[in-house]
């Protein structure tokens, strides 16, 4: 099949209706198998005679295998189906259904309503509860909403439900955890293979891990509850193929937005965005989860990456629940492609109010902002912090505005304070971010990702401008609606904290 190059551009992109070409680091045979009816032999009475047929070449003889993606083998076999294609709407068997402070109240209480106030759930052990958005707060209203979701889960026995119940110290809490979608990850609940559905919109983020995940609403959540069944229509997928040496100045964080804001918000609306390509295959698990957990942002329905040793050595680290991965067959049908040579991309940050309204860093290099915000399910990883403190150190300034540090998990927040940070001579982040003048590292959750009440820590209470390393920089989605909000890295991130203006991190990295 012909390609169109743009020479302008780092990417090419290939519209397909025809049968894919296939790539050698995907397994040629499906992981699905059929299952065939033999006929019996049953003697009949004649009662027509076809003319003579002439003999077809073995060629064009025999019977044709369809090809599918992953994720139409995932959502084949949860459905109990050898076949499934774009647009079949299908029962769908949930493997693991999460849901947390902010809609988990709601989801049970559809559930209550539907099934009965006495009614059990269809299975305690595959519904994981995670409080993570509304914690570190005095709203009543908030702090209300974790204590209906304790009640529910000692009611039902759900067996992963992680409290908190001391807001005034969350390490007095040994099974609180944090941001759900990191969590997920480091609780093994994310698995190849599974679906995995969630009461929030970057439940996508689980897809790096080669399975189908993505969120729901509230009333499908109820119905999940109760039947361990949902209804969903196949999407048709999309390939995204990013191959190339990543720069040393890049992060996953540039390519996804660099991919929005060549797609746009709704380019990628109800269907799968599937990444592969050597550059793919060379990230970390979690810079893979920083690729899938912006999908939502192209209006995808789910992310997903082919599972690889690197895959299989984190989930086989976490989980003893076995799990079985698939791959897209050679002749899968995709409904576009694109392809990146990532060695030619440069930092990028997408300027209010719009994941999509990309630019080059460098190009923004006059905007001064206020402050800068370093967190979240997409940017407050422990390889996240790891790169602002080492670009910190390389630098060896402080920052000119207020830096907020928020660590997505408890286990992410430890890590910030044990783990050193590689050529900085033993030192940790904690102590990089504090020599460099950051403020201290909150406690674990969603933090001002989302605004939150008017007391959430870092939350943007005036029109101030921000450099975040957050998912969404819509009027108000950090507090106040007159607020500015560039989305980055968190390299780039921490290049503008010590400059005061967004700055392309090469100038501190190179």
Avoid at 87 to 113: E, Q, S, Y
Avoid at 313 to 339: H, K, L, Q, W
Avoid at 382 to 394: I, P, Q, R, S
């Amino acid at each position: 099949m012909a390609s169109s190059v743009i020479s302008s551009s780092p990417f090419v992109c290939k519209s397909s209706s025809k049968k894919d070409l296939g790539f050698s680091s995907f397994p040629k045979s499906s992981q699905i198998s059929i299952h065939r009816c033999q006929k019996k032999s049953i003697s009949r009475k004649i009662v027509s005679v076809m003319a003579p047929q002439t003999e077809r070449s073995p060629g064009t003889t025999g019977s044709v295998k369809t090809g599918m993606t992953m994720t139409e083998k995932i959502l084949a076999r949860a459905a109990e189906k050898s076949l499934v294609v774009p647009g079949d709407n299908i029962w769908v068997n949930v493997d693991v259904l999460m849901t947390h402070d902010v809609c988990g109240p709601g989801a049970f209480g559809i559930f209550k309503r539907e099934f009965g106030e006495k009614a059990k759930v269809w299975d305690p052990e595959k519904i994981v509860v995670i409080p993570d958005h509304y914690i570190f707060t005095a709203d009543k209203r908030a702090n209300r909403n974790v204590d209906i979701m304790r009640e529910h889960c000692r009611e039902q026995n759900i067996k992963y439900f992680y409290d908190i119940t001391d807001l005034g110290d969350f390490r007095a809490n040994p099974d609180y955890k944090g941001v759900c979608h990191v969590a997920l990850a480091q609780e093994g609940h994310c698995r190849p293979g599974e679906v995995l559905l969630g009461t929030d919109s970057h439940t996508c983020t689980a897809g790096a891990f080669g399975q189908f995940a993505t969120g729901i609403g509230n009333t499908d959540a109820g119905f999940v509850l109760g039947t361990g069944k949902v209804l969903l229509k196949v999407p048709p997928t999309m390939r995204f193929i990013l191959d190339g040496e990543m720069p040393s100045y890049l992060q996953a964080k540039d390519l996804i937005l660099h991919i929005i804001g060549e797609i746009s918000v709704a380019g990628a609306t109800y269907k799968t965005m599937e990444f592969s390509g050597t550059t793919v295959e060379s990230l970390t698990m979690e810079e893979r989860m920083t690729l899938c957990n912006m999908v939502i942002e192209a209006g995808g329905k789910n992310g997903v990456i082919p599972p690889d040793a690197t895959t299989l050595d984190y989930v086989e680290n976490r989980t003893s629940v076995p799990f079985e991965p698939v791959y897209s067959d050679g002749n899968a049908s995709f409904a576009a492609e694109y392809r990146f040579d990532v060695s030619k991309l440069e930092p990028v940050v997408a300027k209010p109010h719009s994941p999509d309204n990309r630019a080059l860093a460098r190009e923004c290099k006059d905007v001064k902002i206020d402050r800068v915000y370093i967190g979240s399910c997409t940017g407050g990883k422990t390889e996240d912090f790891m790169a602002a403190a080492k670009l910190f150190y390389a630098s060896g300034k402080k920052v000119k505005v207020p830096t907020f540090l928020v660590p997505a998990t408890q286990k992410v927040w430890m890590d910030v304070y044990a783990l050193p940070v590689p050529g900085s001579g033993g030192k940790t982040c904690a102590q990089i971010f504090e020599e460099a003048g950051c403020d201290t590292p909150a406690s674990p959750s969603c933090g001002a990702c989302l605004g939150g009440p008017s007391d959430t820590y870092a939350r943007l209470n005036e029109p101030q401008v921000c450099v975040s390393t957050t998912n969404r920089n819509f009027p108000g989605r950090m507090g106040h609606k007159e607020g500015q909000i560039y989305l980055a890295s968190p390299y780039t991130a921490a290049a503008s904290a010590l400059t005061g203006y967004v700055t392309d991190p090469r100038e501190f990295l190179q």
